[in-house]
C-alpha cells in the first residue's frame, strides 16, 4: 500500500489557476501509477463544482496516455439526488467534462441510482461500496473500520463546506453511515447525498483544491493564524494519509 510521508498536511500556492491544474495533474498522475502498481487498482473519489475544471490537463499528453485508466475505479464524494442527465449532476458534470474524454471502464464509474429517493440513493450506495470493499476494489480503513479510498479530490465552497457537508448542520456528527442523505442543503439543489467524516478521514490522500478569491475568507479561517471557536467542516478534513491543499493565488489572497 501507498505509504505518505509522516508530514500529514501539506499547504501548496500557486501564482496561477494555470499551474494549479498542471500540478495536480502530476500529483495524480504519480499517485495513479503508485496504488496501480502496489495494488492493481485505483480509488478516485470526485467533488461537484470548479474541481472537475481542474482535472482538464489529465486529458492531455503525457498523462491522457499514461495513466493506467483500466484500473481507476471512480466514486462521488456527493451527488444531487437528480436525473443523471440534469444539469445540476454532479455525474454528469464529470462525464462531459472528464470521464468520457479518458478510457475509463464505464463499469468502474459508480454514479448514484437516480431513480432512488435521497435515503434510498444514500443506503444503495453505501451497498455498492460494502460489495467493493468485500472485493477489495476499495481498501478498508484498520483504524477506523470505514473505507480508505486512495485518493479523494475535494473541492471547498466559500462557506468553508466539503462534500454537501455545511456549517452547522447535524451531518457533520455522523459517525456511523458510510454514506449519508440531506434535504435541506443550504446550497441548491436541497436533496443530496454525501460521504461521512468518517470515510473522508480514513482516507490515504486527499487534495484540498481551492481556486479563486471567493473562498479566500474560508481558507484564512481554516489556515490563517486566528483561531474560530467553531470549526468549519473544512478544519474538519483530518485523513488517515496525507492531505495536500492546492490553492491558487486568489484563494490564497488573505493569508
Ligand atoms: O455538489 C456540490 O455542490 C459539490 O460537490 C460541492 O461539494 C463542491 O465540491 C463544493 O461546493 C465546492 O464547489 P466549488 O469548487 O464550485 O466552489
Known sequence: MATPSTDKKNVEVFDTEEDQAVSLAKYTANLSNQFCKERGAFSVVLSGGSLINSLRKLLEPPYIDSIEWSKWHVF?????VVPKDHEDSN???ANDGFLSKVPILPGNVYAINDKLSAEGAAD?????????VNRNVIALS???GFPKFDLMLLGMGPDGHVASLFPGHPLL???EKW???????PKPPPERITFTFPVINSSTYIALVITGAGEAGAVQTALGKSK????LPVQMVS???????????DAASKL
Open 124 to 132: 444503495d450506495y453505501e451497498a455498492c461500496l460494502k460489495n467493493l
Open 228 to 231: 474560530n471557536s467553531v470549526k
Open 239 to 249: 485523513p488517515e494519509g496525507k492531505l495536500t491543499w492546492f490553492l491558487d493565488k
Open 173 to 175: 456528527q455522523e459517525n
Open 179 to 185: 454514506v449519508t442523505f440531506i434535504k435541506d442543503s
Open 142 to 144: 484498520e483504524a477506523s
Open 91 to 93: 455525474y454528469k458534470l
Open 76 to 80: 462521488w464524494l456527493d451527488e444531487r
